[in-house]
């Protein structure tokens, strides 16, 4: 069975650009998760969907971050403009019960 | 939002000795959930403890879920270097997940 899979899995940008990540969770995995991990800290929940639905966003910071799960599978998370602080692990997993969730390999994002 | 303290932030043991955490909350739980996360990697999920006084083991490894459904532990006996990362315990509520801090986990050959 294929992972969930992540790109890119490194990505170095200044502050005040934008970059996407992209992920394509496990086949038949209705739900989708993406995650940001600080340096140090637990995974904190950003964006959570139910197939192409919104189940919870409200750690998102919708005023740079977005997010989109068009058809259900792949997802895409957006940032315009970065700041420093959005320096952090970017982890997408997904569940078919909602109890064990698969994580992909991350994408690793610096904002200098 | 719920949220989870987990203790100790670290632990240092040498190779053999035994290593435990525990995860804490100041409402009841409906499930709790334990994940593994090698340095550099992403978190595996290791277990989900749902009924009241619940203990399940995995080889060295031992979950336990109070009985008051407040708190949960993972103990490892006999640590060896493999288990170097850091243990994360989850609860879902509201269809979300939400980890704790973590404990990273050092062992000393």
């Known amino acids: 069975e294929a992972g969930v899979a992540q790109s890119p899995r490194y990505k170095i940008i200044e502050k005040r650009q934008s970059v996407a990540f992209w992920c394509n969770p496990i086949?038949?995995?209705?739900?989708l998760y993406w995650y940001q991990q600080i340096l140090g800290q637990g995974p904190k929940l950003l964006i959570q969907?139910?197939?192409?639905?919104?189940?919870?966003d409200s750690q998102l910071p919708k005023d740079r971050f977005s997010a989109e799960r068009l058809k259900g599978v792949d997802s895409t998370l957006k940032i315009q403009p970065a700041k420093l602080e959005d320096s952090a692990v970017y982890l997408c997993a997904s569940s078919f019960s909602g109890v064990e969730a698969f994580f992909g390999q991350g994408t690793r994002l610096t904002v200098v | 939002g719920q949220q989870v303290m987990q203790i100790p932030q670290y632990q240092h043991v040498q190779e053999g000795e035994d290593f435990t955490t525990y995860c804490n909350s100041s409402t009841t739980l409906s499930n709790i959930q334990w994940y593994k996360q090698r340095p550099g990697g992403h978190p595996v999920f290791l277990i989900q403890?749902?009924?009241?006084?619940e203990v399940k083991k995995q080889k060295r490894l031992t979950f336990q879920f109070g009985e008051a459904k407040k708190n949960s532990s993972l103990h490892i006996t006999a640590t060896q270097t493999t288990d170097v990362g850091t243990y994360f315990c989850a609860v879902t509520g509201g269809f979300k997940t939400i980890f704790g801090a973590g404990t990273r986990l050092f062992v000393k050959a």
């Open positions: 086949s038949g995995h209705a739900t």
């Open positions: 969907f139910q197939n192409n639905g919104v189940v919870d």
């Open positions: 403890l749902v009924k009241s006084g």
